[in-house]
């Protein structure tokens, strides 16, 4: 219960550590790289300050193997995406700090993701990736959670299917958190801009920017409600066999593929990398089964005193780590990838 009650003031030291000071980054944290620069290297995860500081507190939450795992590959994407950003920013090409509020937005989620955010409802509780996954976390969502309850007791999926459905619930929560906070970042600059009593050329500018948010919030907002409708299909129906793709981001990303501006080369070619891409998530998803099994089996021998089998346990625990963060970064990156592809289809078609 202590480590409960120490979680909003852990978050909110987290969440001044990500935000800096509101509107501005410190170039200590983005230029990543501390004083000592080797040592650095060989004591942090990640290039970027502030995201050593999420890291090494995090693990002290205790989550579980898997989700340290997913974490890590979320945070490898932001250091990426700041990294990069730190060299348009050099070059004078983020004048209006949109790409840098993005990435403070993205910092965000991953924060509320994983239960750092310092709201309540937010916070993660941790399950087991094999045993209980489906019946002790929550949707947050009285709609998917009737539609869950019905799906479980229908009769119509196999334990398998059970899974692979949990697993679209699961997402689908997700895009409703991601674009809640879109939203709330919307409405606050919104706010903002109503309140400027004279306008200027900055603030067309703010103007512009405002746009592009609300077109990325239609998107977020389309693609919600295609899922919830396939949500509910799916779930009075059962699977259909024939279905083309069965991982909930590779389905989302080809419903949009099919809305965007592609010729019909295109989208056959776009058809077959989602091919590829299903089964780079399908062997992400294994080793993390398999690094939750050998997490629990090190728990089992650290109690048996045997060093010899300790030792052994451990090392492959540590390869199935680095095997899972690997392959959760390549599969996030990937989907970076794929989404910019279609959002940039998607705006064809507005024009």
Sequence with gaps: MAAVRALPALAAALLLAAAGQASKYSREANEGLAADGGKRREAGEFRVV????????????????????????????????????????AEGLDEDGE??????????????KYGMNGKKDSQL????????????????DPRLEKLWSKAKTSGKFSDEELDKLWREFKHHKEKIRE??????????????????????EENLVKEEILHNKHRELKEKLRSINQGFERLRKVSHQGYDTSSEFEEPRVIDLWDMA?????TEKELESFREELKHFEAKIEKHHHYQKQLEISHQKLKHVEGTGDKDHLNRNKEKYAMLQEKTKELGYK???????????????????EL
Aim: hydrophobic share 35%; no cysteine.
């Design 99 to 112: 790409k840098e509020a993005k990435l403070r937005r993205n910092l965000n989620v991953i924060m509320t």
């Design 331 to 349: 599969v996030k990156k990937h989907l970076q990838d794929l989404s910019s592809r279609i959002s940039q289809g998607l705006q064809h078609n």
């Design 179 to 200: 674009y809640n906070i879109l939203l709330e970042t919307v409405s606050r600059t919104e706010d903002i801009h109503k309140n400027l009593i004279n306008p200027s």
């Design 50 to 89: 502030k995201l050593n500081q999420i890291w090494e507190k995090a693990q002290r939450l205790h989550l579980s193997a898997v989700k340290l795992a997913e974490l890590h590959s979320d945070l490898k994407i932001q250091e990426k995406d700041e990294l990069s950003w730190k060299k348009l920013k």
């Design 258 to 262: 099919k809305s965007a501006n592609f």
């Design 125 to 140: 509780v941790d399950t087991n990736y094999i045993k209980d996954g489906t019946e002790s976390d929550t949707l947050d």
